[in-house]
């Protein structure tokens, strides 16, 4: 779980370098930095990256997660989905879970039907972690960058 | 790289691998949690994913073709009250980390001997298989006219007839060390930032060696520490002043 990649236009380049030398394994800091830069690369607003990464830190088996949940969403829609990590709290420390946020354009009965099929790519990993994770959406627009 | 007041660092890590010679059971970590529990008190259980890339000829059109194979190691971790330092241990392999805020050599150094002799009581360690010392760093510099060159020393050039802006960049290298006995591969990537005004960069500096079983058990320290000045040497040599005043360098 410490070393999850997804697909990304280094992704190639790393396995190559893997190859001439061999990584040493660590904690999970360059995971979070690959997660949040795959994601960051895949149109996404990140809402206090250092809180994210603290959680992360925190709970590493979410970073898996969000990494496969990422690139479901490469595989189910198109350039115009926008995503929106944060860390949800109620104002209650013990209750913060990472969100992650679908937005698109057009919100047709189609892209309910995608993000539930993508839910059930990670809720079998939620079994087993200490953390918590929701992947939805808020109804939002996209926002304009 | 502690002679700074604001050091980058964000995750330092050690990690040793034994060699098939070194006799493993399952009851190995927890004995070595009864050594270290006063010091790393936290338990967890976790695993790590381990890629070995090779090469291969296929067979019907003899071209190579890339393999890889992915290994899911158990490992379990060790935790500081404040959980900032760990140790993790596994099949056959010791990692020991520590995190940001990052204190000083001779702090993460101890940590690293304390771990290993805590192994060593409980194992008979017959060859040292590989051992890498690592250090990530993360790097925000503002974003008003941020120019690499007046940051990094170690940076992708481009030349005149080439696109700019580019949209990302990674630029690696690999240096041998000690007549290839060692090897360091820096990174050098973008990385998010924290807000719209500073850009950030992780500068991975990661020595390890590279001919398997080429040092003997009590050379371990040693080689940990030199290891160390040439990760130092490496670092500085990366960046340039301008960094060295972010980092609010001792003098």
Redesign the interface.
Same mark, same amino acid.
């Given at each position: /779980?410490?070393?999850?990649?997804i697909a990304s236009?280094?992704s190639a380049?790393? /396995?190559?370098?893997?190859? /001439?030398?061999?990584?040493?394994?660590?904690?999970d800091?360059?995971s979070i @930095?690959e997660t949040?830069?795959n994601i960051?690369?895949m149109n996404a607003k990140?809402e206090?990256?250092?809180k994210v990464r603290v959680y992360l @830190?925190?709970y590493?088996e979410i970073t898996e997660i969000l990494s496969v949940v990422s690139e479901q969403v490469y595989q189910y829609f198109d350039y115009k989905a926008q995503l929106y990590l944060n860390i949800n709290d109620d104002g209650d420390a013990d209750s913060e879970y990472l969100a992650l946020y679908l937005r698109v354009p057009n919100y047709d009965e189609s892209v309910m039907d995608r993000i539930e099929k993508i839910q059930k790519y990670y809720y079998h990993l939620l079994d087993n972690a200490t953390g918590w994770f929701l992947f939805t959406t808020d109804f939002l627009p996209p926002e304009v960058t | 790289m502690a002679k700074y007041n604001n050091p980058p660092i964000i995750e330092a890590v050690c990690e040793i691998k034994f060699g098939k010679d070194t006799k493993w059971d399952i009851t190995i970590p927890g004995l070595i949690y009864n050594e270290v529990m006063s010091e790393f008190p936290h338990k967890e259980q976790h695993a790590i994913q381990e890629v070995n890339v090779s090469t291969k000829d296929n067979a019907p059109t003899k071209k190579p073709m890339a393999r890889t194979q992915i290994r899911t190691i158990d490992l379990v971790r060790f935790l500081s009250e404040d959980k900032k330092a760990i140790i993790q241990v596994g099949e056959r392999v010791l990692l020991v980390s520590r995190l940001t805020p990052y204190q000083s050599w001779a702090d993460f150094n101890n940590h690293i001997k304390y771990a290993f002799k805590a192994l060593s009581q409980k194992v008979t360690i017959n060859s040292i298989q590989r051992i890498g010392l690592r250090y990530i760093n993360r790097i925000e510099v503002p974003k008003k006219d941020t120019c690499l060159d007046d940051y990094f020393e170690f940076r992708p050039f481009l030349g005149e007839r080439l696109r700019k802006p580019y949209a990302s960049f990674i630029v690696g290298c690999i240096f041998p060390f000690n007549n290839d006995r060692d090897s360091c591969k820096v990174e050098l990537s973008q990385a998010v930032a924290e807000s719209k005004d500073v850009s950030a960069f992780v500068l991975d500096i990661d020595y390890s060696l590279s001919k398997p079983q080429s040092i003997d058990v009590d050379q371990s320290f040693e080689w940990v520490d030199k290891a160390h000045e040439e990760i130092e040497g490496i670092f500085e040599g990366c960046i340039s002043r301008s960094l060295r005043e972010l980092f609010d360098e001792v003098k």
């Open positions: /779980m410490g070393s999850c990649v236009p280094f380049l790393r /396995m190559l370098f893997e190859k /001439m030398h061999p990584t040493t394994a660590g904690f800091s360059i @930095e949040l830069s960051y690369a990140i206090s990256p250092s @830190e925190r590493p | -």
